[in-house]
């Protein structure tokens, strides 16, 4: 109890169940006067506060998990809380609530989850709630139950499954909800509500090694869905000579597929010295290139628009800004190419003496180059050439470097050409 009539209480239990599930709750509750009464400045108001933290032993029930860690409340009860400055600048706060399952010999799995975002300071709240994700692992449908001399190379053909549903609902606590033209909360939420689904199926064959094994050759398909509640249309603002932003709502579906081929090898060089110390330099080079097309099932979906007062014109996809980093919905069709090798070491070694003496050493982990090239793109076919190197030194301390190089240039407004 304060001295200006505000109170504060909290309870705090905790819990367990041995070999099973632990935890702790905390609940706390706090009515805050400020100045006297009848001073311009005497203001009151009660605030709340919710600890959880829950966790499950991993003996419980196999293959199965729940774990919560939340902390919410209302976004003036930190800066009420007399005699603690730290918390009082705490402004951002963060919950979590997990579920997940594996079935146990069988290939399903599901995650479930909810999540919780709030900016003390500017008083908005986010919810994702909820955030769904199943899948299924690898299915060999032609592959017989009981093997019997080598498989067959159709039998190798795999099919799986990648499914996500989130809802994103944010609002802000100082609203006065169904006053002064605001909308009720409930109504409010679910127009300001942001769902998404993904659907994926890729399929994939392994067939035979070529040349004893020097050669891999692994074809694939893959056939998804995009789903969400709106899309956003720009256009040119002549009058204020600016881009306009504007949604519509509805249900719309981004389909896309792929089809694939790539190859792959590893070549061996072998570099023998005299010295005393360093015996031999190993060099691994698997270079590797990949053949694939994309159509374009979305092409009323690609949209350009003015995007300033020289005329520049920007192609982008209307399906887009919700929780996804949609795709493009352009077709693609060309190879991709990537060159990766490692550098490995023989040298002679005083202190260990296992195997003669010789100890080997990796002297680079890996270093090389990617990129891709698009036929039907009528400009800009070729991407950036992405460059990656890393390496341990002392068997300790790693690094790591990486650089891109863009082939083409850029004009005054910073767009390539």
């Known amino acids: ?45 009660q605030t709340y506060f919710v600890n959880w933290n829950h966790s499950v032993d991993s003996r419980a029930r196999p293959g199965t998990n729940f774990s919560a860690n939340v902390s919410a409340g209302s976004t003036k009860y930190n800066r009420l809380v007399p005699n603690s400055p730290q918390r009082n600048f705490q402004n951002q ?7 997940s399952k594996q079935w146990i010999g069988k290939p399903y799995n599901l995650s479930v989850s909810a999540n919780h975002n709030q900016n003390d300071y500017n008083h908005s709240i986010t919810l994702n709630l909820p955030s769904l994700s199943f899948s299924v692992n690898t299915l060999y449908p032609f592959q017989k139950k009981e093997f019997v001399g080598t498989p067959k190379w159709y039998e190798k053909f795999g099919v799986s499954y990648n499914g996500s549903f989130n809802n994103t609902v944010s609002f802000y606590d100082t609203l006065k909800y169904g006053k002064n033209g605001v909308k009720p909360f409930l109504r409010y939420l679910l127009d300001t509500a942001i769902w998404t689904a993904s659907h994926n199926i890729p399929m994939s064959l392994s067939l035979p090694p070529l040349f004893n094994g020097a050669l891999v050759i692994s074809p694939g398909i893959s056939y998804g869905q995009n789903w969400i509640q709106r899309v956003t249309q720009y256009e040119w603002n002549a009058a204020l000579k600016k881009v ?72 982008y996809n209307e399906i887009g800004g919700g929780v996804y980093s949609f795709f493009s919905s352009r077709q693609f069709a060309g190879m991709s190419f990537n060159l990766d090798n490692s550098l490995e070491g023989k040298i002679r070694s005083k202190k260990d003496t296992a195997d003669g003496g010789i100890k080997k050493i990796r002297l680079i982990d890996a270093y090389g180059l990617s990129t891709s090239y698009n036929l039907l793109a009528d400009s800009f076919r070729l991407s950036d050439v992405n460059l990656y190197a890393r390496t341990t030194l002392f068997e300790k301390i790693s690094i790591t470097a990486g650089a891109t190089l863009n082939p083409y240039d850029y004009n005054e407004r910073g767009y390539p050409v």
């Not at 304060?2 to 702790?24: D, I, K, L, Q």
């Not at 706060?93 to 579920?99: A, F, G, H, K, T």
């Open 244 to 315: 306009d932003t504007s949604l519509t709502k509805g249900v719309f579906i981004e389909h896309r597929a792929s089809f694939g081929l790539s190859l792959n090898t590893a070549l061996f060089g072998l570099y023998q010295f005299k010295s005393k110390k360093l015996i031999a330099i190993r060099h691994v080079v698997r270079p590797g290139l990949s053949f694939s097309y994309t159509p374009d099932f979305n092409r009323k979906h690609i949209k350009q628009f003015r995007a300033d007062t020289l005329g520049t014109m920007l192609t």
């Open 93 to 99: 706060l963060q919950s979590s609530i997990n579920y």
């Open 1 to 45: 109890i304060y001295s200006y009539g505000g109170w504060s209480v909290a309870v705090s239990p905790t819990y367990r169940r041995r070999y099973r599930f632990n935890g702790s709750f905390n609940l706390s509750m706090q009515s805050t006067k400020l100045n006297f009464k009848g001073d311009p400045d005497f203001s009151k108001t």
